[in-house]
T-cell receptor
Framework: GAVVSQHPSRVICKSGTSVKIECRSLDFQATTMFWYRQFPKQSLMLMATSNEGSKATYEQGVEKDKFLINHASLTLSTLTVTSAHPEDSSFYIC????????????FGSGTQLSVL | RKEVEQDPGPFNVPEGATVAFNCTYSNSASQSFFWYRQDCRKEPKLLMSVYSSGNEDGRFTAQLNRASQYISLLIRDSKLSDSATYLCVGGGFKTIFGAGTRLFVKA
């Protein structure tokens, strides 16, 4: 099956720093990539939808200036958490899809972000 | 109302039991439905797609009821390894996850 690689798997950083998370589709071209955040014992919350070469579409309540998404190619999307604060500590997961109808999703392995 | 709603559980069942989860969705335009399994601090993994005609894969059966706008997952002969959180997913262009139902299978 399709493989999505997400790095890093774990990040610990100081408050105020920026953290970049990469999501790569290794063996297919991802027309769309999604970024999610998951707090403990809660569901995946969609943060934004990213299409290659265009601006990401953010969900209501997600600050686009804080969570910068770049989707420069069909195989790479990045999420940058700018000026991270402890409340940004969470599990961030990306997913990618090949089809126009965004059917099957292929997930990265997730990034656990801890902001001190 | 949330777009996709699930009973969070937890469901505690003995090995060998049959357990069923339901999930309701509010967007009647939703086209695609899936069940995912998520283990703690891991990414979700696709368990099965859900079709109106029903979909069976070994011990797992999924059903879609468009009239009542719900999908279901039935697990027969539960195994210890089935312990996980089960997420139902619906949506068209934008995929919406349910909050997940936690299942604990005990010896």
């Amino acid at each position: 099956g399709a493989v999505v690689s997400q790095h890093p798997s774990r990040v610990i950083c100081k408050s105020g720093t920026s953290v970049k998370i990469e999501c790569r589709s290794l063996d297919f071209q991802a027309t769309t990539m999604f970024w999610y955040r998951q707090f403990p014992k809660q569901s995946l919350m969609l943060m934004a939808t990213s299409n290659e070469g265009s601006k990401a579409t953010y969900e209501q309540g997600v600050e686009k200036d804080k969570f910068l998404i770049n989707h420069a190619s069909l195989t790479l999307s990045t999420l940058t958490v700018t000026s991270a604060h402890p409340e940004d500590s969470s599990f961030y997961i990306c997913s990618a899809t090949q089809g126009a109808n965004n059917e099957k999703l292929f997930f990265g392995s997730g990034t656990q972000l801890s902001v001190l | 109302r949330k777009e996709v709603e699930q009973d969070p559980g937890p469901f505690n069942v003995p090995e060998g039991a049959t357990v069923a989860f339901n999930c309701t969705y509010s967007n009647s335009a939703s086209q695609s439905f899936f069940w995912y399994r998520q283990d703690c601090r891991k990414e979700p993994k696709l368990l099965m797609s859900v079709y109106s005609s029903g979909n069976e894969d070994g011990r797992f059966t999924a059903q879609l009821n468009r009239a009542s706008q719900y999908i279901s997952l039935l697990i027969r002969d539960s195994k210890l390894s089935d312990s996980a959180t089960y997420l139902c997913v619906g949506g068209g262009f934008k995929t919406i996850f349910g909050a997940g139902t936690r299942l604990f299978v005990k010896a």
